[in-house]
C-alpha cells in the first residue's frame, strides 16, 4: 500500500519507514500520509514509536499541514485510525482526504501471520490518494 502511494506520488513524495523518520523529516514536508496495519486495534508499534519520537519536537510547528492516512487491518481498522487523529490532533494537522482501511480479513492466527495481497483495486486507490495528496501540495490546495 505505502509503495502504491509512493508510486501516485512521484517525485512528490518520500517514502520512510516509520523507524527511520526523524523530526526533521516531518518538518521537511508539506503534508503527510501515515500508513500501518491496524495491531490488535491500534496502529503498529513502529508508527506508535514514530509518533512517540517526533512528537514533542514538532509541537507548533507543523500546524496546518495536510494529511491523510491508509489503513491495513484485519477485520477493523478503526482502532488505528482513530488512534492516529487523535495523535495529529495535538500538531493541529488537517484531514484532506477520507481514510481508506483496506480490511483483509485476517482472523485465525494463521491468517494474521500470512504474507498478504492487497486487492488491485485497493492498490489503485492507495496510488490514487498518493497522487492527489501529491498534487494538492503542488498546487498549494492544502
Avoid at 90 to 116: C, D, M, S, Y
Amino acid at each position: 500500500m505505502a509503495r502504491a502511494a509512493a508510486d501516485g506520488a512521484g517525485d512528490g513524495g518520500r517514502l520512510l519507514l516509520a523507524g527511520d523518520v526523524e523530526p526533521q523529516h516531518l518538518l521537511a514536508a508539506s503534508g503527510y500520509l501515515f500508513i500501518c496495519p491496524e495491531n490488535l486495534a491500534t496502529m503498529s508499534g513502529a508508527m506508535k514509536e514514530m509518533f512517540d519520537r517526533c512528537y514533542y519536537p514538532l509541537l507548533g510547528r507543523v500546524d496546518g499541514r495536510a494529511y491523510a492516512t491508509l489503513i491495513a487491518a484485519g477485520s477493523d481498522g478503526s482502532g488505528a485510525q482513530a488512534q492516529i487523529d487523535r495523535i495529529v490532533t495535538g500538531w493541529r494537522l488537517r484531514r484532506v482526504a477520507e481514510p481508506i482501511i483496506v480490511n483483509l480479513g485476517a482472523q485465525t492466527p494463521e491468517q494474521i501471520l500470512a504474507p498478504k495481497t492487497i486487492p488491485a483495486d485497493r492498490l489503485e486507490q492507495c496510488r490514487d490518494l498518493g497522487a492527489a495528496l501529491a498534487e494538492g501540495l503542488a498546487q498549494g490546495l492544502f
